[in-house]
Nanobody
Framework: QAQLVESGGGLVQAGGSLRLSCTTS????????MGWFRQAPGKEREFVSA????????YYADSVKGRFTISRFNAQDTVYLQMNSLKPEDTAVYYC???????????????????WGQGTQVTVSS
């Protein structure tokens, strides 16, 4: 069974930083593009970032460019999201996702992922 587990969320003041981790099992990790999405209360789930199979290519939502960095460490089957200069509007549950079908702009679409984690809460106070 595929399993994705997020960690690293918490409460931080505006301007602070957090690093989220997503560890995986039950999949050939290096065969999957990985993505991060987030969902705020009452809002639709939205794309945050994605990274290709070996980390050579990335996508970012405009709202996080220059502040967030996605990376992966295939030897540990783990993907990270480094979040800097956090804003209150970054408050959301953050989800990790794994997608096998390919790499390209389609990675911005949540329906193009195969497996999802349970989410981790990020709260940014002003």
């Amino acid at each position: 069974q595929a399993q994705l587990v997020e960690s690293g969320g918490g409460l931080v003041q505006a301007g602070g930083s957090l690093r989220l981790s997503c560890t995986t099992s039950g999949i050939t990790f290096s065969s999957y593009a990985m993505g991060w999405f987030r969902q705020a209360p009452g809002k639709e789930r939205e794309f945050v970032s994605a990274i290709s199979w070996t980390g050579g290519s990335t996508y970012y939502a405009d709202s996080v460019k220059g502040r967030f960095t996605i990376s992966r460490f295939n030897a540990q089957d783990t993907v990270y999201l480094q979040m800097n200069s956090l804003k209150p509007e970054d408050t959301a549950v953050y989800y990790c996702a794994a997608g096998l079908s390919g790499w390209g702009p389609e990675r911005r679409i949540e329906g193009n992922y195969d497996y999802w984690g349970q989410g981790t809460q990020v709260t940014v106070s002003s």
